[in-house]
């Protein structure tokens, strides 16, 4: 599997912004009963709700930056957790660069790289790529290049995607 960024509300300012001034009341109504909320508790997960949206483009670039120093994995489990856990700031350099001393990397090395827009031209061309393929949402999920799962899924969704996938293939 790889994971590739998505800038979910790439119009979202740097400093972000309320909910409240995002969401209309009945969307956000519907966000907070979703069915991923639910599917959440169920397995034990923790997901706070920050009052605030933020910009998200820092934390995909520090992700990008672990990739090239091979702890993506690292990085990336480390976000998802400072962000539903609120266990960190994903949103300023200073507090990407406390989760990358966290899980390793070098938080100085990495600073300059995001102030420098490293990794700008790849995130574009990621959400362009995803757009043009039909992905307007997280998360989304492509099988065997050719099918498209979009949104939390119970697991036995895709894993019905992905034994579909695993048939094909033996008998193509």
């Keep these: 599997m790889t994971w590739l960024p998505y800038e979910l509300h790439p119009e979202v300012p740097a400093e972000g912004m309320s909910r409240e001034d995002y969401f209309p009341a009945h969307v956000l109504s519907r966000i907070d009963a979703a ?50 856990e609120q266990t960190g700031d994903i949103s300023t350099v200073a507090g990407l660069k406390a989760i990358a001393a966290e899980v390793g990397l070098d938080p100085e090395a990495m600073a300059a790289e995001l102030e420098a ?48 996938v695993a048939e094909e293939q033996a008998s193509g």
């Excluded at 991923?36 to 820092?58: F, H, P, Q, S, Y």
């Excluded at 031209?121 to 307007?136: H, K, M, P």
């Excluded at 498209?148 to 969704?157: I, K, N, R, S, T």
């Design 35 to 84: 069915p991923w909320v639910a599917l959440a508790d169920a397995e034990g997960l923790v997901m706070k709700r920050g009052g605030r949206l933020i910009n998200t483009r820092l934390a995909l670039s520090a992700a990008e930056f672990a990739r090239d120093k091979g702890s993506y994995e690292a990085m990336h489990l480390a976000l998802f957790k400072a962000f539903w």
């Design 117 to 164: 827009g490293r990794y700008e031209e790849l995130l574009d061309a990621n959400r362009r790529e995803a757009t043009q393929v039909g992905i307007n949402g997280i998360p989304a999920h492509v099988f065997g290049l050719r099918y498209l799962v979009m949104g939390a899924q119970p697991f036995e969704v895709l894993k019905q995607v992905a034994d579909k």
